[in-house]
């Protein structure tokens, strides 16, 4: 019923940057936050970004100064500014949505993951 597809991912070198989008499509009555979350080889989905209706941001701490997240609700989407890249960013980036499907029924929503891969 609602999608996440995300796009932006691939290959940078140290100090690079790159940028993440997502999308939602779908019967969406409201977004209530959208955020990233990345996985590394070998280690538990971990919380990147996230970012509420009203505008609040929260960040892992080992991205805070570096990463930036920001919406778009006209077209339902969430982005991720990922700057000064390090080798420990490199993992698969899930989207992730809290959405309404109507005033009653919440529905946690997931992407299908980017590949990001920090490399010289």
């Known amino acids: 019923q609602v999608q996440l597809v995300e796009s932006g991912g691939g290959l940078v070198q140290p100090g690079g940057s790159l940028r993440l989008s997502c999308a939602a499509s779908?019967?969406?009555?409201?977004?209530?936050?959208m955020g990233w979350y990345r996985q590394a080889p070998g280690k538990q989905r971990e919380l990147v970004a996230t970012i509420t209706s009203t505008g609040i941001t929260n960040y892992a701490d080992s991205v805070k100064g570096r990463f930036t997240i920001s919406k778009d609700d006209a077209k339902n989407t969430v982005s991720l500014q990922m700057n000064s890249l390090k080798p420990e960013d490199t993992a698969v980036y899930y989207c992730?949505?809290?959405?309404?499907?109507?005033?009653?029924?919440?529905?946690?929503?997931w992407g299908q993951g980017t590949l990001v891969t920090v490399s010289s």
């Open positions: 992730n949505a809290g959405v309404y499907l109507d005033p009653v029924r919440y529905h946690e929503v």
């Open positions: 779908g019967i969406i009555f409201s977004i209530s936050r």
